[in-house]
């Protein structure tokens, strides 16, 4: 499986941006992840979702404004973020895993995720 995020950019404090990641390859009934890491700090989890898109997890400090969200037709997942601040400056990733209990248990981590992107850069700066 190959992912390929994209939608970075370079956005003003409140602002909106997409974030999109395809994936290709031998697909499977994943469930997708996002991540971020700022310079000098460690990779954060940023929201889940199922395979089904029905159940999704979102960590602490984009809860109430990051939104994702997934099309199995076009084999891609998508996070919408709002009220973006400068705090959210970092390379955001994308990342698949099989959806299992395990998956659902430990979301948060690096652990479950079998497939990675290779980044794209938010920037949030006036």
């Known amino acids: 499986v190959q992912l390929q995020a994209s939608g970075g950019g370079l956005v003003q404090p409140g602002g909106s941006l997409r974030l999109s990641c395809a994936a290709s390859?031998?697909?499977?009934?994943?469930?997708m992840g996002w991540f971020r890491q700022a310079p000098g700090k460690v990779r954060e989890f940023v929201a889940g979702i199922t395979w089904s898109g029905r159940t999704t997890y979102y960590g602490n400090a984009v809860k109430g404004r990051f939104s994702i969200s997934r099309d199995n037709a076009k084999s891609a997942t998508y996070l919408q973020m709002n009220s973006l601040k400068p705090e959210d400056t970092a390379v955001y990733y994308c990342a698949a895993g099989l959806d299992t209990s395990d998956w659902r248990s430990y979301r948060d981590r690096e652990d479950p995720y079998d497939f990675w992107g290779q980044g794209t850069q938010v920037t949030v700066s006036s």
């Open positions: 390859g031998h697909t499977f009934k994943s469930a």
